[in-house]
């Protein structure tokens, strides 16, 4: 790894700033291990304290684990949902954004992907999405009453729209989104029969846009999805 000495007005800083452009650039990688304190430490021509703050704060950014003991050290976490959800979480309070302006955002997102898989469909992907309304059956048939059946049915589904869109940014952002609007819900779901076929429904008129390279109904019906999950929350 090419890390530099750190600029001396601005040591720790510039010390979260290189492992962070690191990570993101992919030089370091998930689960690889961060040389040792001492030769952090000659690397970036610093103290010890000053470079354990550094990694104390790269630990609160969820992008090190420090695991202590032998065979510990830095370890390099894997980004995930939950990861820039933190972040997105942060953005929103310092920009004072409403969960209104979030739940539209995460709607479009969902749009956009369902678009993007309408876009890209091809004779290829109907056996697939057939297979997913089978599956949605199956789970429809099992799990009458299920707490988690409303998200189950929504994993499988914007799994299959990102496969099919070739993108997984949207999804990543989507659930993101979806994880900040869930930690600030006033209520649980509880998805009677009712909206349990409701949902299956719509997910089906989904697919069948899909399907059928209808792109402005598939975004038309996955954003009304994606609200009608959200006033689920309210």
Do not use: W
């Not at 510039?14 to 291990?33: R, W």
């Not at 402005?216 to 959200?230: D, E, F, P, S, V």
């Amino acid at each position: 790894m090419n890390f530099k000495k750190a600029k001396q007005n601005r040591i720790f800083q510039d010390i979260v700033d290189q492992v962070e452009q690191a990570v993101v650039t992919g030089e370091l990688t998930p689960g690889e291990k961060l040389p040792p304190e001492r030769e952090l430490c000659s690397l970036f021509n610093t103290s010890r304290g000053t470079l354990r703050e550094a990694l104390r704060i790269l630990e609160q950014k969820k992008l090190i684990d420090i695991k202590l003991g032998a065979g510990g050290g830095a370890i390099v976490r894997a980004a995930n949902s939950e990861l820039i959800g933190d972040n997105l979480s942060l953005l929103i309070r310092g920009q004072q954004i409403s969960s209104e302006q979030m739940k539209s955002f995460s709607a479009d997102i969902a749009g956009l992907l369902a678009t993007l898989a309408a876009t890209r469909a091809g004779s290829d992907d109907v056996g697939p999405l057939k297979q997913l309304v089978a599956r949605l059956t199956e789970i429809m048939d099992e799990q009458k009453g299920g707490k988690q059946i409303l998200f189950l049915m929504d994993s499988l589904l914007f799994e299959e729209l990102t496969r099919i869109a070739d993108n997984p940014l949207y999804a990543f952002l989507l659930q993101a989104a979806l994880e900040i609007i869930g930690r600030t819900a006033r209520s649980e779901i509880i998805p009677d029969e009712t909206i349990q076929n409701q949902y299956y429904q719509e997910i089906r008129m989904i697919v069948y846009a899909i399907a059928q390279n209808n792109q402005k109904q598939a975004r038309l019906l996955t954003r009304r999805h994606i609200l009608g999950l959200m006033a689920q929350t309210a």
